[in-house]
């Protein structure tokens, strides 16, 4: 699996972003998809994640109801949108495939990254 972010960059706390996620995988349709960040200076972090169809989501309560991970198998997209932004939302964002673990929301089983893509969150 190739994973390829676009997005990220500076925006102001309160103000929303998008990230996208271009994979390359022979089902993509078999593959949950997840995105991970890690802030400066703390560990990696999944903070949303989505199943194979589409039908379940996980977030953790740090981005619950700000963040909406979404995925597109008719053309090999991931998505997180992210609303509300805070400060402490700055990080490097990794897009991240979990192709072959018994649970598409286990952080250890997302074992293909992307290059990753920073996010700044201004005050």
């Known amino acids: 699996v190739q994973l390829v972010e676009s997005g990220g960059g500076l925006v102001q706390a309160g103000g929303s972003m998008r990230l996208s996620c271009a994979v390359s995988?022979?089902?993509?349709?078999?593959?949950?998809m997840g995105w991970i960040r890690q802030a400066p200076g703390q560990e990696r972090i999944l903070v949303a994640a989505?199943?194979?169809?589409?039908?379940?989501?996980y977030y953790p309560d740090s981005v619950k109801g700000r963040f909406t991970i979404s995925r597109d198998n008719a053309n090999n997209m991931a998505y997180l949108d992210m609303n509300n932004l805070k400060p402490e939302d700055t990080a490097v964002y990794y897009c991240?495939?979990?192709?072959?673990?018994?649970?598409?929301?286990?952080?250890?089983?997302?074992?293909?990254w992307g290059q990753g893509t920073r996010v700044t969150v201004s005050l």
């Open positions: 991240a495939a979990n192709e072959y673990g018994s649970r598409w929301d286990l952080y250890e089983d997302f074992t293909s």
């Open positions: 989505i199943d194979w169809m589409g039908g379940s989501r």
């Open positions: 995988a022979r089902d993509f349709s078999q593959v949950a």
